[in-house]
């Protein structure tokens, strides 16, 4: 079992950086693959980036290469998500979650935190 808190979400302009944090609890979080997801309203949620147990292995969808990264720290438990040269379609709110392999699915994760919202202004 895997519980999940993101944070870091708010108000940037457009051409701003955030980055958000996803703290998970328990013991065998180094040995969970990561990924990030966002949702607008009216909208599934869309993949945005993951990362393998080891870190050896990222992907990233195409709308957010080059301007996105995710790293995770093991010893912290924690997942992040550095978001640069942000765009106002960038806004939606975004969810970490996780599970033992990397899926583009999000019907596919097993564990979901509660979300934190994003918003680009223009």
């Known amino acids: 079992q895997v519980q999940l808190v993101e944070s870091g979400g708010g108000l940037v302009q457009a051409g701003g950086s955030l980055r958000l944090s996803c703290a998970a609890s328990g013991r065998t979080f180094s040995t969970y693959a990561m990924c990030w997801f966002h949702q607008v309203p009216g909208k599934d949620r869309e993949f945005v980036a993951a990362i393998s147990w080891s870190s050896g292995r990222t992907y990233y969808a195409d709308s957010v290469k080059g301007r996105f990264t995710i790293s995770r720290d093991n010893a912290k438990n924690t997942v992040y998500l550095q978001m640069n040269s942000l765009k106002p379609e960038d806004t939606a709110v975004y969810y970490c979650?996780?599970?033992?392999?990397?899926?583009?699915?999000?019907?596919?994760?097993?564990?979901w935190g509660q979300g934190t919202q994003v918003t680009v202004s223009s």
């Open positions: 979650a996780a599970d033992w392999s990397i899926s583009f699915a999000s019907r596919l994760w097993a564990y």
